[in-house]
């Protein structure tokens, strides 16, 4: 008999699995946040990650209507941010101004241009 431990582990697995087909069928292959084609992704062997909205150090639950699924990008860059703040960083990258490669410069920029606005 397989240990314990193994069994919930495959058990986690295929669950986790199975939250991400019903969420990639929701958001239309889409990343919940940037909108990117998740299927691209995939292709290069990049799973999509399940992110919580309200991020559970913030009260969120594991509940389906608290799941989405991101690309890696959203993923390592979202972190403990709930979907307002983090969709509010984005804004940016969202409306075509900078790429997602540049929007944390472009960010700070613009939280250093705030600050010094009495000096400008
Ligand atoms: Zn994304």
Request: glycine share 4%.
């Amino acid at each position: 008999m397989p240990a314990l431990r193994f069994v919930f582990k495959e058990m986690a697995k295929t669950f986790s699995q199975t939250i991400k087909f019903i969420l990639f069928e929701k958001q239309k292959g889409q990343c919940a946040y940037c909108k990117c084609d998740l299927m691209k992704e995939i292709h290069r062997n990049i799973l999509p990650g399940i992110d919580h909205i309200i991020p559970i150090s913030q009260g969120g639950n594991d509940n389906l209507e608290n799941l989405c699924l991101v690309c890696k990008w959203c993923n390592s860059v979202k972190r403990n941010k709930n979907k307002d703040d983090f969709l509010k960083y984005i804004q940016p990258y969202l409306e075509g101004k900078v790429s997602k490669k540049d929007l944390r410069e472009y960010n700070l920029f613009l939280k250093l241009q705030k600050k010094f606005k009495h000096l400008l």
